[in-house]
């Protein structure tokens, strides 16, 4: 009776920390990713010096280190590069066009797009792999509790504008709609009071507490709009 007792602890304990999900095993074996497994659980449930991270951020990380081990052999990656492959080939908002591009870069360059392709994992991989193989879950924690994670979202937003701007300028020199030259692209968020004008950033507007300013609250009243200003682009 005690060994069946050990037994089942020694199998939950291996259940969180040394299972391995179908589609997660293959590709960790096939790309040689050592220890996936235990990083996506350590960064699911904020452990091991991890912050939290959403299932989409995991499902993103992996399909970066998919992409990193795909052409490893083939050519090296600069910074940012494994990010903005991964988001031609998987984002909706990217065209068909633009996808095919890529695609066709990458097979120019020796790697094997669609093997690359069948091993890129959704969000969905990543929560079926934590609810039936390593039977792990987080209470889940809503945004308004965690400004900063609300915060977080508005960056990655920001940061997938400037990739998108990028790469539409890329193609504009390479296509020769737009003179050659070196271009950087900025994105500005600012939130403006309709009252007083007073203009933050998100980061500064909350550490503020929003608008200080005084103002007609009886005309105010029923009239509270959210208005996000302008988006400055290079």
Aim: proline share 1%; with cysteine.
């Amino acid at each position: 009776m005690k060994m069946s007792k050990q037994i089942r602890k020694n199998h939950s304990s291996a259940s969180r920390r040394g299972g391995q999900g179908s589609k997660i095993k293959r590709i960790a074996n096939e790309y040689d990713l050592q220890g996936l497994g235990d990083e996506l659980v350590s960064r699911w449930l904020g452990e091991d010096g991890y912050e939290r991270e959403s299932l989409r951020d995991l499902a993103d990380r992996v399909n970066n280190r998919l992409i990193h081990a795909a052409v490893d052999d083939s050519f090296t990656l600069l910074d940012g590069e494994a990010e903005n492959i991964r988001r031609l080939l998987t984002d909706n908002d990217v065209t068909a066009g633009m996808r095919t591009e890529t695609r066709q870069n990458l097979k120019n360059k020796g790697i094997k797009i669609d093997n690359l392709e069948s091993s890129l994992i959704s969000y969905q991989s990543v929560y079926n792999y934590f609810k039936r193989d390593r039977d792990i879950s987080r209470e889940s924690q809503e945004t308004t509790n965690r400004p900063e994670a609300s915060l977080e979202s508005i960056q990655k937003l920001a940061n997938r504008l400037r990739a998108i701007v990028t790469n539409n300028i890329e193609q504009w020199v390479r296509n020769d709609v737009v003179t050659d030259g070196s271009y950087n692209v900025d994105v500005a968020l600012r939130v403006t009071c309709q009252h007083c004008g007073e203009r933050w950033s998100p980061t500064t507007f909350l550490d503020q507490n929003g608008c200080q300013c005084t103002h007609d609250t009886e005309r105010a009243e029923g009239n509270e709009d959210v208005t996000s200003s302008d988006t400055e682009t290079v």
